[in-house]
């Protein structure tokens, strides 16, 4: 059964730092990942998908890569701003084409001016 | 307008009740699901739906119904509402099974839910 673990639950951060979150997957057999963002009281924003043979992806200060031997991918986000803090979920969607999501917990992230 | 609409944004009931949950998406998407999540947990499916006649059991449908009355709708039902069902719930859509899918997911923007 895959599971998704997201490494720190809560990172605190000053403007402007660089940083690194975390998810790793159980199972290496997957269609593909994506990041998502959640505002408080809010839904789910996309923010990047990786599929399956790529290794990596970028949208503006977002990078996201994926190493499936290791079952690992993690999101940077550069030149942090306050309006970054949320909380973003790792979804890991399993090998066929279901669509079927596996979430992390997520983690959530408070830049501080 | 939004993509992936919820109805209600909030709800208040008491145990016992029944509950139907709405989701409508103007994407043309044949696929759709239904998650909740809980404080401190990520999202968990419940259903999805390939098509109007194809609807399967996610990780957690006990004590939920769905029905896909069109492309464009996908409604969640609790029969009998209990308190552990108090949650934020999450309608969404995929692009797979369209002739260019990315496998992207599409939300709404949630269903508040509380159960006394």
């Known amino acids: 059964k895959q599971e998704v673990t997201q490494i720190p639950a809560a990172l605190s951060v000053p403007e402007g730092e660089n940083l690194v979150l975390n998810c790793s997957f159980t199972?290496?057999?997957?269609?593909?990942l994506q990041w998502f963002r959640q505002d408080p009281g809010k839904g789910l924003t996309s923010l990047l998908l990786?599929?399956?043979?790529?290794r990596e992806q970028t949208s503006g200060r977002l990078n996201a890569s994926l190493d499936k031997s290791s079952g690992r991918s993690t999101l940077y986000i550069a030149a942090s701003q306050p309006g970054d803090s949320a909380t973003y979920l790792c979804a890991v969607h399993g090998s066929g084409n279901t669509g079927k999501l596996i979430f992390g917990q997520g983690t959530t992230l408070q830049v501080k001016p | 307008d939004a993509d992936v609409t919820q109805t209600p944004r909030n709800r208040i009931t008491k145990t016992g009740k029944r509950i139907m949950l709405e989701c409508s998406q103007t994407?043309?998407?044949?696929?759709m699901y239904w998650y909740r999540q809980d404080p401190g947990l990520g999202l968990r499916l419940i259903y999805y739906?390939?098509?109007?006649?194809?609807?399967n059991k996610g990780e957690i449908s006990d004590g939920y119904s769905v029905s896909r009355q069109a492309q464009a709708k996908f409604s969640l039902s609790l029969e009998s509402a209990i308190p552990n069902q108090t949650a934020l719930y999450f309608c969404?859509?995929?692009?797979?099974?369209?002739?260019?899918?990315?496998?992207?997911?599409?939300f709404g923007p949630g269903t508040r839910l509380t159960v006394l």
């Open positions: 199972d290496s057999a997957i269609y593909n």
């Open positions: 969404a859509t995929s692009d797979l099974g369209t002739a260019k899918p990315s496998g992207r997911q599409f």
């Open positions: 739906s390939f098509d109007v006649k194809d609807i």
């Open positions: 994407k043309g998407h044949d696929r």
């Open positions: 990786i599929q399956s043979s790529q």
